[in-house]
């Protein structure tokens, strides 16, 4: 991925759609409806970044389907307004995991099963079991229809680490095969962690403090056995044991000051500070290893990506969950004008040439079992870092979200309030109350919006 920032940019603006839908309409629709003639459709793609990754490839498939394609970078406000006007793009860029089941659940995106059936270039013998994100019955997440496809996935809460760091404190390597224990993750991190003048050199350990925080803490509550989310997913409960121990371990991680979380707060993401050496563990998906063998590591690149170290993710308790938390990919609007121009779309970005390319350059995990054998392999690093997340595929569990929570608005709610503890302003029973509050909230507009 040559733009892996884009990723985490857009799950920090993000928002379940139906949080915002209602009086959107002031602003101009950006779909297709009435866009290009019949015999010459113009297609809107809203998806981030996707005009330099398919560069002159678009040109060809405007050749072979005698279209012209639109990308625009994605807008929730315009995606919303268009939304309203009942003139949305032709497909739509989602995180996939906690976004799919309110666009589903609202009417909002169309069943791509007849899509599926019909393909030549998707066959369901070659779906990763990723894919199942974008499936929902109606019930659950993970069952029923399909109405979207991934880009590409990680199982995002897997640990990359700096081996030189580990060196210089004597510290012995991660483990590629057993997880680490949470407790004893942050006591390594404190122990990496250097300070020189009062001022932080090296940071020990950076989970990515405010990304995908919800499916990072159900991760961590359904490994010990529990769960967020109720039966009917109508409610979810921050009082648990599990939620607590959960809960308790980012505020002592925030207040141990190891990483860049809220007293250490930076203005971009964390990937240039680990370019730079100064992070020793953090918490990313496969996708991470493009990042730190890509142009902007700089001079350095081939040697960060030899001493960097990639293991599973940190376990809390005995059940082993090792999640795609985030699963970006795109969906198809019900209201859309262009359906099966959109799906062919589809087919030539996440099945052609395009696909094969991403891969290629290690741009995360592919959604087509046969495009594993593309991912980089050519150095004993990339070697070692695709044994370790083949063999760790096989604990990929599908986390199961609410399709009445808004992802931003739980986002808001969790960090708020745990940064809230972080920061000395409350207490940790202070902050679930008030956490829980904010959830019933979340959960009766989300409903009412359902219907």
């Known amino acids: 991925m040559s733009k892996n920032i884009s990723r985490r940019g857009f799950l920090g603006t993000s928002a379940v759609i139906g949080a915002g839908v209602v009086g959107a309409g002031t602003l101009t629709a950006c779909g297709g409806s009435g866009s290009g003639s019949s015999s010459h459709p113009t297609l809107h793609v809203m998806y981030d970044s996707l005009d330099s990754e398919l560069g002159s490839s678009i040109k060809e498939f405007e050749a072979k389907n005698d279209c012209t394609v639109v990308i625009s970078k994605f807008d929730q406000l315009k995606l919303n307004s268009s939304i309203v006007a009942g003139n949305p793009p032709d497909l739509v860029r989602c995180v996939g995991a906690s976004e799919i089941p309110n666009l589903i659940a609202r009417g909002l995106a169309e069943n791509l099963d007849p899509y599926f059936a019909k393909s030549t270039v998707f066959k369901a013998s070659d779906f990763d079991p990723v894919v199942d994100i974008y499936r929902y019955d109606g019930k659950q997440q993970g069952k029923g229809s399909l109405y979207g496809f991934p880009s590409d996935y990680g199982q995002d809460a897997m640990l990359w680490y ?30 990496l962690t250097v300070r020189k003048n009062g001022k932080v050199q090296v940071y020990g350990l950076d989970p990515v403090w405010n990304f995908v925080n919800q499916a990072h803490l159900m991760q961590m509550i359904e490994q010990q056995g529990g769960a967020l989310w109720n039966d009917d997913f109508t409610k ?22 190891v990483g860049t979380g809220p007293l250490d707060p930076v203005t971009d993401w964390q990937g240039p500070i680990y370019d730079a050496g100064r992070i020793a563990i953090i918490s990313y998906g496969y996708w991470f290893g ?14 960060l990506a030899a001493n960097s170290g990639f293991v599973p ?5 005995k059940t082993r969950v090792d999640a795609c938390m985030t699963g970006t990919g795109a969906w198809i ?18 099945g052609g040439a395009p696909a094969a390319k991403h891969f290629k350059a290690g741009g995360g995990l592919p959604a087509l079992k046969h495009f594993r054998s593309d991912l980089p392999q ?3 690093a990339e070697k070692d870092h695709y044994k370790v997340q083949m063999d760790n595929t096989k604990h990929l569990t599908i986390l199961r979200f609410s399709p009445y929570a808004s992802y931003s608005a739980v986002e808001s709610a969790i960090t708020t309030n745990v940064e809230s503890v972080i920061k000395g302003k409350s207490s940790l029973d202070s902050a679930i109350r ?13 409903r009412k919006q359902v219907g």
């Open 236 to 257: 979810a409960d921050f009082t648990t044991p599990e939620a607590r121990r959960a809960l308790q371990w980012y505020v002592d991680w925030g207040k141990a000051r």
């Open 333 to 350: 609007p019900k209201k859309a004008a262009n359906k099966e121009l959109a799906f062919k779309f589809l087919e030539f970005w996440r």
């Open 378 to 380: 050519s150095t004993a």
């Open 162 to 191: 700096n081996k030189e760091l580990f060196d210089k404190a004597k510290i012995s390597y991660l483990s590629e095969t057993e997880p680490t224990d949470y407790d004893e993750l942050l006591d390594l991190g404190k122990r």
């Open 434 to 446: 008030t956490l829980q509050s904010a959830m019933t909230d979340i959960v009766t507009q989300g």
């Open 313 to 317: 993710a940190p376990q809390m308790g």
């Open 290 to 303: 493009a990042e730190i063998a890509g142009a902007d590591a700089g001079a350095n690149a081939a040697k």
